[in-house]
């Protein structure tokens, strides 16, 4: 009987674990990738009926969400709207779309290119006619139809503690990376502030250092370098500047011990009580380091934000670009009603405000997180569109390469090398990542 | 497990059936048993591992309706990057650590099997850890690795006061790793011994005392031969497993700092690179691999029936 058991017990787990384990990670998320047959009527109408909405707010579905739902409903009495959200909201929604249903309103994931968002979602109308009224639509269009309206917009920069700068006697932001390397080296020597956070071991902080191409000042630099050169880490290039700051910072001592048991959340609390000093991150972090500070006894003043450390002809220059897009699923049976949420969450909602973030109307208010960069005369700069036919170019390079520039994978090995605990240099490192991306860019053609 | 077992019993009522066959309800009867457990394995393990087949011979990207067949290239991919194959050195750490896991439960199963005082507690204590969930496993042992963090402070009191970075200091962190694996899994080893050496008839340990054995002749001649079969299967299951680790490296680093393992590889080339069909490959690849070893594992220790008597 024992031995009966175990043989049966055997045979199963073996299919299990082999079988299971592999399918479930891949293939098991796959039904049929379902083609383009539109459903309901266009966004024009009297919007009525159910509408579900994803977002990946999981933090505030069941507070601020339920606020925005009391207003609209109020507004638009024959809709109803019920939410979804999802943590890992990348993964999760792609998975979704597969099938038909994901929802009536989603945000458009990263990984949908431009061609294809015709497949997935319904086009709100031409990018210059909408344009009057919403900003940055071109970075989710495709032949002049719009496919998205930014959630929020944010800009790129560094948020740092004032105190700690203050104590290491510095009162100017540096101007070039080297200024800040030794702003830096002033920090760990005058106080007892870790002068950078990394945040490695969550990995996506990292992913911020591709968000500060604007610094250059110039809109076209992405159609013209990175993806159309084989040296993209070759000395004058973006990433070179960028990575290799990020590289010099960890290779001098100036970012904490052991960045592998690095936390997200603890660090905002660090940031907040003065305990580390700087961190390279997107505007949209500036109100959750404001609230860190608070909780943890001390002021939101202390938070402050500079733009990254370069300057063309004196000026500094960050990027400006749209946070996720709400869109609107292509098999919709209430566009209109989705449609209507989609304006009333850009004009209406003050979402974008609240989280101290750019406003996503061309005529809509800076908020006060921001005073600081229109104060020292920082230009806003968002990149052009990606030239007709060559919108997914980038991004096919990024994905045949594994040089992942919106992730971390690489930057984590960047600072690994960096602190010594892989082999080779600066120079060795950049010159492997230019291999590899020249290699891919054969591939790609 | 369902599956199997529903169908024995179904297929045994058939066997000894020679004058039964004028009743034809007997013959369809055992077909109508495995229809569902068949119909759940079919649904739920062989389509989708051949869909994953068919995807690893295309360019898709997960998400683009278009699937363009791309032939071998993307096992020629794989095979032509020495990158692809190096993580399987960390599998040797996870090995080697199996090794100590399966020793130590083999251990505290044949030490508990007898007549130990607190033997329930001692049981429960070796179990508990593998009824933890893996999340909540990967951030306790995350604040028990870190610097300043609870193993730092306990080799403080010993008097070691430079302690290595346990998942900074590349070098260290595949060892750290393997310890917290252990440390999960031993519990399941151990129960599974446990459970097979009690069934181990006594009269056998009376038998042999009388005949003036040791412990440990007892441990080698009577309970490991008993209990030869599960060993076998642990065995097989460590290898496996060693091969496919995921969840606790992937939840404590991601896979950072020389700690990726082939399936982290996977699933980073599906869902950070977007190449689904390099993925698949990866893992048409993996359970390729783990059946060979498993076949291998047959050859070299066959099936026997076991004998104590």
């Known amino acids: ?445 | 497990m369902v599956a199997t077992t529903t169908a024995r019993p179904a297929a045994a009522l058939v066997a000894p059936s020679g004058g039964a066959r004028s009743h034809q309800g007997w013959r369809v009867t055992p077909w109508l048993f495995l229809l569902v457990p068949v119909a759940l394995l079919v649904t739920f393990t062989y389509v989708p591992v051949a869909n994953m087949v068919w995807y690893s011979f295309t360019d898709w990207d997960g998400l683009d309706p278009v699937m363009n067949p791309v032939g071998l290239a993307n096992y020629a991919r794989i095979f032509g990057d020495p990158a692809y194959f190096q993580v399987f050195l960390v599998s040797l750490y996870y090995l080697a650590g199996a090794a100590v896991q399966l020793v130590l439960a083999l251990y505290f199963a044949t030490v508990l099997s007898f007549n130990t005082r607190f033997r329930n507690v001692f049981k429960g204590l070796i179990f508990f850890p593998y009824l933890i969930n893996g999340v909540a496993i990967g951030l306790v042992f995350l604040y028990f690795f870190r610097p300043g963090g609870t193993l730092d402070a306990l080799l403080a009191l010993v008097g070691v006061d430079a302690p290595a970075q346990w998942l900074g200091d590349p070098s260290v962190i595949n060892v750290s790793l393997a310890a917290t694996s252990v440390w999960r899994f031993m519990g399941l080893n151990f129960v599974l011994f446990l459970g097979a050496i009690q069934s181990i008839p006594t009269e056998l340990y009376e038998a042999a005392e009388l005949d003036g054995a040791t412990s440990w002749h007892k441990f080698r001649y009577i309970i490991l031969p008993g209990i030869k079969k599960i060993v076998g299967l642990s065995a097989i299951l460590a290898v496996s497993g060693s091969l496919s680790v995921f969840e606790i490296p992937y939840i404590m680093t991601g896979g950072a700092n020389g700690s990726a393992t082939f399936v982290i590889q996977t699933v980073q080339a599906a869902f950070t690179h977007h190449n689904f069909g390099l993925a698949s490959a990866m893992g048409v690849l993996l359970l390729v691999i783990v059946l060979v070893i498993t076949w291998i594992q047959r050859r070299f220790v066959p099936d026997e029936k076991v004998d104590l008597t």
């Open chain 1, 1 to 445: 009987m024992e031995t009966r058991v175990i043989e049966m017990a055997k045979k199963h787990i073996l299919a299990a674990t082999t079988g299971a384990a592999a399918a479930l990670a891949l293939a098991a998320c796959t039904g049929g990738a379902g083609g383009a047959a539109a459903g309901g009527d266009g966004i024009e109408g009297e919007p009525s009926g159910e509408i579900t909405v994803i977002t990946q707010r999981t933090d505030l579905v069941d507070t601020v969400f339920q606020d925005y739902k009391e207003q609209f409903e109020k507004e638009y009495p024959d809709v109803t709207v019920s939410f979804e959200s999802m943590t890992d909201y990348e993964g999760e929604i792609a998975v979704r779309m597969n099938t038909q249903d994901y929802g009536d309103v989603l945000l458009i994931p990263n990984s949908v290119t431009p061609d294809k968002l015709g497949t997935f979602f319904e086009p709100l109308g031409g990018v210059e006619e909408l344009g009057e009224k919403y900003a940055l639509l071109e970075e989710e269009a495709y032949e002049g139809q719009a496919y998205g309206i930014p959630i929020t917009v944010n800009t790129q920069g560094i948020v740092y503690n004032k105190k700690v700068w203050a104590d290491a006697g510095l009162t100017d932001w540096p101007t070039t990376p080297d200024e800040l390397l030794d702003d830096l080296r002033a920090i760990k020597d005058k106080t007892d502030a870790v002068p950078y956070y990394t945040n490695y071991a969550d990995g996506w902080p990292l992913s911020q250092w591709d968000g500060n191409r604007g610094a250059l000042g110039d809109p076209a630099y992405a159609n013209e370098h990175i993806a159309y050169t084989d040296t993209p880490w070759a000395p004058g290039e973006w990433h070179h500047i960028s990575d290799g700051l990020l590289f010099d910072i960890v290779a001098g001592g100036l970012s904490e011990e052991d960045p592998t048991t690095t936390n997200w959340e603890e660090s905002k609390t660090l940031l907040g009580t003065g305990k580390v000093g700087t961190m390279l991150l997107g505007s949209w972090a500036i109100t959750q380091m404001q609230q860190a500070a608070e909780d943890a006894g001390g002021s939101a003043d202390d938070i402050g934000y500079m733009p990254f450390p370069y300057q063309v002809d004196g000026t500094f220059h960050a990027q400006v670009a749209g946070d996720y897009k709400n869109a609107i699923n292509v098999h919709s049976e209430h566009k209109a009603a989705a449609w209507a949420w989609v304006e009333w969450f850009a004009e209406e909602s003050g979402y974008a405000y609240d989280e101290g973030g750019l406003s996503p109307l061309v005529d809509g208010p800076t908020p006060e997180t921001l005073a600081g960069f229109t104060d020292a005369g920082v230009e806003l700069v968002a990149l052009d569109p990606a030239p007709s036919g060559k919108e997914a170019y980038e991004a096919n390079v990024v994905s045949e390469s594994e040089v992942d520039l919106y992730g971390n994978i690489y930057r984590q090995e960047l600072v690994d090398v960096a602190r010594g605990a892989k082999d080779g240099d600066k120079e060795s490192f950049f010159a492997s990542l230019n291999e590899r991306w020249a290699k891919a860019r054969a591939a790609v053609g």
